[in-house]
């Protein structure tokens, strides 16, 4: 097979989306053409060749991420460089999907759109209203109704979010990297596929992490690795962990330090910190490069992923678990999914009670499930895995489908 996967963003970027693509490309590329079509950035060649990869750097997708409209404008230049490739399949990621969709069908070339976040669904991209509550009126863009977004718009913006719906809904087959996000389409069954994300246990393994814990003076510590923003729930593990007999790790932001001043939100949970008088249990740090994510990871007692939205899966979960650290995970992430009591904790989201006491639960036997956590994963959730089922879902779509391969 001739594979198209299309990227908003790819390598120099990294990121949750750019570790999909680059996962999948790699495994696919052992037995098929693999091209990698992303958006052009300045200073990097438009044509690359990595790996048996061809990646392709392309202005047509240039701001997909900020204007997601603006790619279904570029179709006709998209739709070009697809049939050039003479591709048989093409799967496309996140926002840039729009016009990826609509230059595929006038190229006659079967499409599979993955989700992997909210941008093209929801005006808020978190299905959050004001309140901090999860929106639970999503179905058939009920939201446009109940959701508080409702006060600034207008017309233009209902029309622009249903014209999305019925173009994601157009490609031939959605993959949702978990239950609760397949809810949200309303669509054929045959036209929705679940299939989990995974994790390379050959960059993700326990180590040892006695130079990361010296580093910063840590003994028994809770690790939580999340983009510092409400949505995911940094505030109730700040609050839980005054009640527990640990250090808080929060691993935030490339540029941490500097946006601190131009983010309300990490301002609060600085003020949050002092105001609860434990400066010496919580600790900030900027992201970490692999090496020191995987200290990170292994040293930690457990990994707390505390989000209080519909986080559509959580890499760091399975990540977690391939250094052999257990989780716990409120009830509204995808990942939940795929978790039991063996190698962590669910737990109600935006519950203080709820995180101490699992905490609690699992210290005395926090390596015992952290090794549980690994063979889980090796065994079920490894990126290998994912591929596997991807591959198998081209197959039946191009088998189902009556454009010429």
């Known amino acids: 097979m001739r594979i198209a996967l299309v990227a908003d963003s790819y390598y120099p970027y990294i990121g949750g989306i750019q570790r999909y693509v680059d996962e999948l490309a790699n495994i696919f590329s052992e037995l098929h053409e693999v091209h990698i079509i992303t958006q052009y950035v300045p200073g990097y060649s438009e044509t690359d060749l990595r790996n048996n990869i061809t990646i392709h750097r392309i202005k047509p997708l240039v701001n997909a991420e900020t204007a997601p409209l603006s790619i279904l404008r570029n179709y006709l230049q998209l739709s070009e460089c697809f049939r050039e490739l003479k591709l048989d399949i093409i799967h496309t990621n996140n926002h840039c999907s729009l016009g990826v969709i609509k230059a595929a069908k006038a190229s ?30 999503f179905s058939s863009f009920a939201c446009f109704r109940f959701c508080d977004y409702r006060k600034i718009q207008n017309l233009r913006i209902i029309n622009d979010y249903r014209k999305r719906n019925k173009v994601i809904k157009s490609a031939d087959c959605i993959i949702a990297p978990s239950r609760q996000v397949s809810q949200l389409f309303e669509t054929e ?3 929705l596929s679940i299939i989990y994300h995974g994790v390379n246990t050959k960059k993700f393994f326990p180590v040892r992490s006695e130079s990361f814990k010296q ?20 505030e109730y593990a700040i609050r839980a962990i005054k009640e527990i007999n640990a250090k808080l790790v929060i691993i935030g932001d490339y540029d941490l330090f500097q946006r601190i001043q131009r983010n309300p939100y990490m301002n609060k949970l600085y003020r949050l910190v002092e105001s609860l008088g434990i400066q010496d249990k919580v600790l900030f740090l900027q992201f970490q490069d ?7 990871l292994s040293g930690a007692s457990v990994t707390l992923i505390p989000s209080v939205w519909r986080e559509p899966f959580g890499l760091i979960a399975l990540e977690s678990l391939a250094c052999e650290t257990p989780v716990i995970i409120t009830q509204v992430c995808g990942a939940s999914e795929i978790f039991d009591n063996t190698v962590g904790r669910i737990i109600k989201e935006g519950v203080i009670e709820n995180i101490v006491d699992a905490f609690n639960e699992i210290l005395p036997n926090s390596k015992e499930m952290g090794k549980r956590g690994r063979i889980k994963v ?16 081209y197959e039946s779509v191009l088998n189902q489908n009556s454009y010429k391969s």
């Open 108 to 137: 006659k070339i079967p499409v599979i759109y993955s989700v992997h976040g909210y941008g093209l669904l929801c005006p808020k991209h978190s299905f959050m209203r004001d309140n901090g509550k999860i929106c639970e009126s």
């Open 189 to 191: 069954k045959n036209n």
């Open 215 to 234: 580093k910063y003076g840590l003994d028994e510590y809770i690790l939580v690795i999340a983009r510092l923003i409400p949505e995911k729930g940094i």
């Open 290 to 296: 692999h090496c020191e994510l995987i200290k990170a």
């Open 378 to 393: 090796k065994n079920e959730l490894t990126w290998n895995h994912t591929a596997v089922k991807t591959l198998s879902l």
